[in-house]
């Protein structure tokens, strides 16, 4: 017999419940069960960070929890943030300084940067390749991905907590 709990989890400003096995890792249950394949998954041990998202404001590898233990948390995913227009000048970026190639690693990047650039509005360049190692990347050299989180430094791309946002044209705020 499975066995199944029911949990209760906002993810991107919804809120709905679901029944999910005790064993489900919260990454498969994001990209299997809730269609959200943003979230990336490449050794499920906690090491490369691409299945990184924000639980309850914290950047978290969401290969290292089970879907149970999110009941009642607040995530936010990749595509939440996206279309909130959170980081949609950090995703500019990545693009204008070549931050990117495959894009494999690109969703967990983005999270980690924003993560980053939330806590410290004046990282030095240590900051950041130090804040930036928390997620691995096969394609890029990171220097792209540097230049990315740097210039998102300057301008302040990234609001950090308690500071009202403003709404991205056309964003879903709900
Ligand atoms: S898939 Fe989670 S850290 Fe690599
Ligand atoms: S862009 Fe390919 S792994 Fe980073």
Redesign the pocket.
């Known amino acids: 017999m499975i066995d199944r709990h029911e949990i209760s989890v906002n993810i991107n400003g919804r809120t709905a419940s679901y029944q999910v096995e005790a064993r489900r890792l919260l990454s498969d249950f994001l990209r299997d069960e809730v269609g959200l394949t943003g979230t990336h998954v490449g050794c499920e041990h906690g090491i490369c960070g ?1 299945c990184t998202i924000m639980v309850d404001g914290r950047a978290t590898r969401s290969c290292l929890m089970f879907a149970v233990q999110v009941n009642g948390a607040h995530i936010e995913t990749v595509e939440g943030l996206s279309k909130s227009g959170k980081i949609a000048r950090l995703q500019e970026l990545f693009s204008e300084m070549h ?8 969703p967990g ?1 983005l999270i980690v940067a924003y993560d980053l650039l939330r806590h410290r509005r004046s990282p030095s360049p240590a900051d950041i390749r130090e804040g930036m190692s928390a997620a ?5 050299g990171y220097d792209g ?1 540097v230049k990315a989180v740097t210039q998102a430094a300057r301008e302040g791309a990234i609001v950090p907590p308690g500071v009202a946002e403003q709404p991205a044209p056309g964003g879903d705020r709900s």
């Open positions: 691409a931050g990117l190639q495959c894009g494999f690693c690109t990047m691995l990347c096969r394609c890029t991905i």
